[in-house]
């Protein structure tokens, strides 16, 4: 799936990423913070989240590629999504 890149400055670092659709990443322009909503696994549920421990390599046409992985797990364990995020297109494992 190809990502869509949104930047946001709205001095609300919740607000502002929680309007991601699946798919979306961007960053905070007063913060510099990356944040990522990967597309919607089997089950629907897509959540946003912070990129706090991975790196993130801005790319000249704007898409960015973050590795490690990128893996959404709720408190018990179960995987919500698990994938790569490379040059703006997102690909699940």
């Known amino acids: 799936m190809l990502?869509?890149?949104v930047d946001?400055?709205?001095g609300d670092p919740v607000f502002g990423p929680t309007r991601f659709a699946p798919g979306d990443y961007g960053?905070?322009?007063r913060t510099g913070?990356?944040?990522v909503r990967p597309p919607r696994n089997a089950d629907g549920?897509?959540?946003v989240g912070r990129l706090t421990s991975h790196q993130v390599l801005e790319h000249g046409d704007g898409t960015?590629?973050?590795s490690p992985s990128?893996?959404?797990e709720y408190g018990s364990g179960?995987?919500?999504w698990h994938g790569w995020l490379q040059r703006g297109e997102w690909t699940q494992c």
């Open 78 to 80: 179960e995987s919500l």
């Open 70 to 72: 990128i893996l959404w």
């Open 8 to 10: 946001f400055d709205d």
């Open 45 to 47: 549920r897509a959540l």
């Open 64 to 66: 960015i590629t973050v």
């Open 3 to 5: 990502g869509r890149r």
């Open 33 to 35: 913070a990356w944040w």
């Open 27 to 29: 960053k905070d322009l």
